[in-house]
């Protein structure tokens, strides 16, 4: 069983910035995908950013110009660096793995949350 688990989040004033980590259980350089997720209060969580296997990032729009992800496989770890917060930013912050994981019964296709990690943007 792959476990996540999220770290970072508080509270920052408007322009600030955070780096949200999420370690893994597991080596990371073999998971297909590794993800930001978020969910605002009242709304359903969404996409932030991904870093695949092969290399590439991916960004939803609100957010591809302020944060960045990155990852360090050797320390099994997730980053999120993000810059110029805004309120709108303010949500539960999910890290992600997905691929295809190891089991008694050979390799399974999984995807695997985090509990979370709160970020709050507020003055």
């Known amino acids: 069983q792959v476990q996540l688990v999220e ?9 600030g910035s955070l780096t949200l980590s999420c370690s893994a259980s597991i080596n990371i350089y073999s998971i ?3 993800a930001w997720y978020r969910q605002g209060p009242g709304k359903q969580r969404s996409f ?7 290399g590439s990032t991916s960004y ?5 110009a302020r944060f960045t992800i990155s990852r360090d496989n050797a320390q099994r770890r997730v980053y999120l660096v993000m810059n110029d917060l805004k309120p ?6 999910f890290c992600n793995a997905d691929g ?7 390799l399974l296709a999984g995807s695997y949350w985090g509990q979370g990690t709160q970020v709050t943007v507020s003055s």
Request: proline share 8%; glycine share 14%.
């Open 60 to 64: 939803s729009d609100s957010v591809k």
């Open 100 to 106: 295809d994981f190891p089991s008694p019964q050979g």
């Open 32 to 34: 297909h995908t590794m």
């Open 88 to 93: 709108e930013d303010t949500a539960v912050y």
């Open 7 to 15: 770290s970072g989040g508080g509270l920052v004033q408007p322009g």
């Open 48 to 54: 932030v950013a991904a870093s695949r296997s092969d």
